[in-house]
C-alpha cells in the first residue's frame, strides 16, 4: 500500500500541473453532482478495499508456496 501511495506522490510532485486540473475537475464534479461523486467514490473505495484483500491473500499463498518448494529442494538433496 505504501508503494500506491509513494507513486501517487511522485506523480503529483512531478506533475502539479496536471494534479491541478484533476482536483479542479472533481471540486466541479462535487458541486454539480455531489451524489452520483459521493456514490462512484464509494464504489471505488469498496473495490480498493476488495482488491487489497486479495492482493494480500495471494501474497501470503506464494510466500507459502515458495517456503514449500524451498523444503522440497532441501529434502531432495538430503538423500
Request: charged share 15%.
Amino acid at each position: 500500500m505504501d508503494r500506491y501511495i509513494n507513486v501517487v506522490a511522485s506523480f503529483a510532485h512531478n506533475n502539479p500541473v496536471i494534479v491541478i486540473i484533476i482536483v479542479l475537475g472533481l471540486l466541479f464534479f462535487i458541486y454539480r453532482k455531489p451524489k452520483l461523486f459521493f456514490s462512484l467514490l464509494g464504489l471505488g473505495l469498496v473495490l480498493a478495499g476488495l482488491l487489497y484483500l486479495v492482493m494480500t491473500m495471494a501474497g501470503s499463498g506464494s510466500e507459502k508456496k515458495k517456503a514449500l518448494t524451498h523444503e522440497d529442494e532441501q529434502s531432495d538433496t538430503a538423500h
